[in-house]
């Protein structure tokens, strides 16, 4: 079975500073990787992926996240965080070889102080 | 591109009555859509994959009875809450997976819509 963990609920970050957001997974089969932000009342934004290639993946909004296969790793990182990065952040994951479905981590709030 | 709206955002109605939230892929189609619900400061968690054409596909714990899903066209899906009650107010999600893409590529989320069942 595919699991997502996120340990931290909560990240605060002065903005300007650099933020990482952790995310490990769990799959049996070859990961693919995502992650979402979601503002107040909203649905998810996509942010960035990972399916193959480059360990480094670059998405919106200046984020990027690093594939680390041996830690199982998919920390989401930005170089200088913003307040209007304030949001709720889930990795997910879907097993490359088995169904379609996601399976999402229990979310991230970050808090970006000006 | 790839925008998923959802109708209405927020839904507030009487106990026992019965709710249609609408879900549609407004720049491609999809073959494929899928229906989450989120409780507060929680994750996400699926209901049920929506497949245009067939009968929806629902997860462990979820009754589709009290959950309807038609997919009848490649740009909407609907999920009826049916005799709705208390405990089924939430924050209902749907998403999107583009007509021929991989299984691997991305889902595009709806806005969500907010039930709150009194």
């Known amino acids: 079975a595919q699991s997502v963990a996120q340990p931290e609920d909560q990240v605060n970050v002065a903005e300007g500073n650099p933020l990482t957001v952790k995310c490990t997974y769990s799959v049996s089969g070859n990961p693919y990787l995502f992650w979402y932000v979601q503002y107040p009342n909203r649905g998810l934004q996509f942010l960035l992926k990972y399916i193959t290639g480059d360990n480094l993946v670059k998405g919106s909004y200046g984020f990027e996240a690093e594939f680390?296969?041996?830690?199982?790793?998919?920390?989401?990182?930005?170089?200088?965080?913003?307040?209007?990065?304030s949001a709720l952040y889930f990795c997910a994951v879907r097993d490359g070889g088995y169904g379609q479905n996601f399976v999402f981590g229990p979310g991230t709030r970050l808090s970006v102080l000006p | 591109g790839a925008v998923?709206?959802?109708?209405?955002?927020?839904?507030?109605?009487?106990?026992?009555?019965?709710?249609?939230?609408?879900?549609?892929?407004?720049?491609?189609?999809?073959?494929?859509?899928?229906?989450?619900?989120?409780?507060p400061k929680q994750s996400l968690m699926l209901m049920a994959t929506s497949n245009e054409g067939s009968k929806a596909t629902y997860e462990?714990?979820?009754?589709?009875?009290?959950?309807?899903i038609n997919h009848a066209s490649l740009t909407l899906s609907t999920l009826t809450v049916t005799s709705a009650h208390?405990?089924?107010?939430?924050?209902?999600?749907?998403?999107?997976?583009?007509?021929?893409?991989?299984?691997?590529?991305?889902?595009?989320?709806?806005?969500?819509?907010r039930l709150l069942v009194l």
């Not at chain 2, 507030?12 to 409780?39: H, N, P």
């Not at chain 2, 009754?63 to 309807?68: A, C, I, S, V």
């Not at chain 2, 999107?96 to 595009?108: D, I, K, N, S, V």
């Open chain 2, 60 to 68: 462990q714990g979820v009754e589709k009875d009290k959950f309807l």
């Open chain 1, 68 to 85: 680390n296969k041996s830690q199982t790793s998919f920390h989401l990182k930005k170089p200088s965080a913003l307040v209007s990065d």
């Open chain 2, 4 to 39: 998923v709206s959802q109708h209405p955002s927020w839904v507030i109605c009487k106990s026992g009555t019965s709710v249609k939230i609408e879900c549609r892929s407004l720049d491609f189609q999809a073959t494929t859509m899928f229906w989450y619900r989120q409780f």
């Open chain 2, 86 to 113: 208390p405990e089924d107010s939430s924050f209902y999600i749907c998403s999107a997976r583009p007509t021929g893409e991989r299984l691997q590529e991305t889902q595009y989320f709806g806005p969500g819509t």
